[in-house]
T-cell receptor, first 115, second 113 residues
Framework: DQQVKQNSPSLSVQEGRISILNCDYTNSMFDYFLWYKKYPAEGPTFLISISSIKDKNEDGRFTVFLNKSAKHLSLHIVPSQPGDSAVYFCAASDQSSGSARQLTFGSGTQLTVLP | DAGVTQSPTHLIKTRGQQVTLRCSPKSGHDTVSWYQQALGQGPQFIFQYYEEEERQRGNFPDRFSGHQFPNYSSELNVNALLLGDSALYLC????????????FGPGTRLTVL
């Protein structure tokens, strides 16, 4: 049972345009969400996060939106740059895991930004 | 400031063998979590170590075990390797006060033949 789903395995966007990556979750105990970016042969790099008490968090070109009622979050990248081409993982932290805060990941979306 | 480091980078083993992977956390971090990432999948939580004890465990068999040392570094051991254990093994470190913020190492690519 996949608790975090990224239904789009890949996304192609033109340089300078907006990239929108989507993520859905089923576990209502998730209260903290993160986006990681991963290049080949490297570990995931933290990008941006959002607590369930907020519905938006912005950091430079990256904005994450959280819709708790729909159990949906999205990552917006504006403007997209060729260096943004990577696999993006959505992850969620479960308050029921206590202080451990294990992360549950989606299967990732390969973003390709075309020059 | 060194980030999370892992060794070795790559490893090839045969079925039935045992393997040990190593992780050094980011400076100032005291908690280490291990994840397994199979091809085409997201990372899956194996277990977490804090104060030299296993604090939380994911859905992995007892063949997977670990250890944390007084300097916070950690080892992941896998016994009786199966072909299905072939994956990228990721170590993530965090501070006990901020375990939501996990920083990942580059991973160890394990291939079981």
């Amino acid at each position: 049972d996949q608790q975090v789903k990224q239904n789009s395995p890949s996304l192609s966007v033109q340089e300078g345009r907006i990239s929108i990556l989507n993520c859905d979750y089923t576990n209502s105990m998730f209260d903290y969400f993160l986006w990681y970016k991963k290049y080949p042969a490297e570990g995931p790099t933290f990008l941006i996060s959002i607590s369930s008490i907020k519905d938006k968090n912005e950091d430079g070109r990256f904005t994450v939106f959280l819709n708790k009622s729909a159990k949906h979050l999205s990552l917006h990248i504006v403007p997209s740059q060729p260096g943004d081409s990577a696999v993006y993982f959505c992850a969620a932290s479960d308050q029921s895991s206590g202080s451990a805060r294990q992360l549950t990941f989606g299967s990732g979306t390969q973003l390709t930004v075309l020059p | 400031d060194a980030g999370v480091t892992q060794s070795p980078t790559h490893l090839i083993k045969t079925r039935g063998q045992q393997v040990t992977l190593r992780c050094s956390p980011k400076s100032g971090h005291d908690t280490v979590s291990w994840y397994q990432q199979a091809l085409g999948q997201g990372p899956q939580f194996i277990f977490q170590y804090y104060e030299e004890e296993e604090r939380q465990r994911g859905n992995f068999p007892d063949r997977f075990s670990g250890h944390q040392f007084p300097n916070y570094s950690s080892e992941l051991n896998v016994n009786a390797l199966l072909l299905g254990d072939s994956a990228l093994y990721l170590c993530a470190s965090s501070r006990a006060s901020a375990r939501n913020e996990q920083f990942f190492g580059p991973g160890t690519r394990l291939t079981v033949l």
